[in-house]
């Protein structure tokens, strides 16, 4: 049997796709709320969370992390849940870069 083909695809030439992580803007999560998602979910320090958490507040949306397909659906689910489970609107989506 000729395995060459599927062999030549687990060498892989390109890098993964990458998919940007996106907080969207609402009139209702509190700001503190979302800096403390920004740091539970992507790392950030106090600092860095303000910073995005300002700019999805002035601009409508902000980049969170780019990540490979599978880590950012993870991460848009994770942020979804915690959100729901304090009640808050607050949108996360992922975006192929
Ligand atoms: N706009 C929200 C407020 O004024 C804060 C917020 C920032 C919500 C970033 C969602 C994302 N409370």
């Known amino acids: 049997q000729d395995d ?13 796709p990458l998919f940007k992580v ?15 998602v ?10 860095q969370a303000t910073r995005v958490m300002l700019k999805v507040h002035t601009e409508g949306a902000g980049v ?4 490979p397909k599978d880590v950012a659906a993870s991460k848009v689910e994770q942020v979804c849940t915690f959100a ?12 192929e870069n």
């Open 84 to 95: 729901r489970q304090h009640q808050h609107p607050l949108a996360c989506v992922m975006e």
């Open 4 to 16: 060459s083909l599927l062999e030549l695809e687990k060498t892989r030439v390109k890098p993964p």
């Open 22 to 36: 996106m907080v969207l803007n609402d009139d209702y999560t509190p700001m503190d709320f979302v800096v403390g």
């Open 64 to 67: 969170c992390g780019i990540y």
């Open 38 to 47: 920004l740091q539970k979910f992507f790392g950030m320090n106090r600092e």
